[in-house]
């Protein structure tokens, strides 16, 4: 009974939250579009001409907000946008999708070999585990997730590149934070309006790639 009550609650939430109400007006996927779009707008990231990588894309909504400010005259992308994830995904034009899990090599050596070593100015991933509800082990996940995000960026970014991850306060985010700032020459957190109060994600974004080394601090 609780459970089903919990879901009603859920479905009525769901139902009259405005950001959910706007994607639909608007044609995204997912209300998280307006989270990337408030980050990028208060870190005036992305420009035409950019290449962006979106780990965990599906259902495409953060592909979407990218294609829309990549989009030149006539609608054609002025970039490039290579989106992956485990699941499918309904295809965007203009963006390339890779099916696969992030973790496998074999994997991120189809996305690498897909870039043909053209240099990345934006990766972004709204990359989220699959929780067990055991403090410890959820940590741990989120953590891997956030560090395989962080790997591919320093080996692929443009040296003033950027990367948007999203992470969650608890056990093991200092750390996740700290790993950042090895790497980057700026890390900012932000939580989105658009990010429901009760969540406790929340987005670090990384700037500027310090030299090698500087990542022994």
């Not at 879901?7 to 769901?14: E, K």
């Not at 990549?70 to 490039?80: E, S």
């Not at 991933?125 to 790997?151: F, T």
């Amino acid at each position: 009974m609780a459970k089903k009550k919990f879901s009603q609650a859920w479905v009525h939430r769901h139902i009259n939250d405005p950001y959910v109400k706007m994607a639909q007006q608007k044609g995204y996927r997912a209300r998280a579009a307006f989270k990337l779009i408030e980050i990028l707008e208060a870190e005036r990231l992305l420009r035409r001409g950019d290449v962006v990588i979106d780990l965990g894309a599906t259902p495409g909504s953060w592909s979407q907000v990218v294609r829309e400010r990549l989009a030149a005259a006539g609608g054609a992308i002025d970039g490039r946008i290579v989106a992956l994830d485990l699941l499918p995904m309904e295809p965007i034009a203009g963006v390339e999708f890779i099916q696969g899990d992030f973790r496998d090599d074999e994997v991120l050596q189809q996305l690498r070999d897909g870039l043909r070593g053209q240099p990345v100015d934006l990766v972004i991933s709204d990359m989220a585990p699959n929780l067990s509800g055991v403090a410890s082990a959820d940590s741990a996940r989120i953590a891997h997730v956030c560090e395989l995000a962080l790997e591919f960026a320093c080996n692929h970014l443009k040296p003033d590149g950027a990367l948007i991850v999203k992470a969650f306060h608890g056990s093991g985010f200092s750390q996740i934070v700290q790993a950042f700032k090895q790497h980057f020459v700026r890390v900012v957190e932000r939580k989105p309006k658009a990010s429901r109060d009760e969540s406790s994600e929340t987005f670090l974004v990384g700037r500027g790639l310090k030299a090698p080394r500087d990542t022994a601090d």
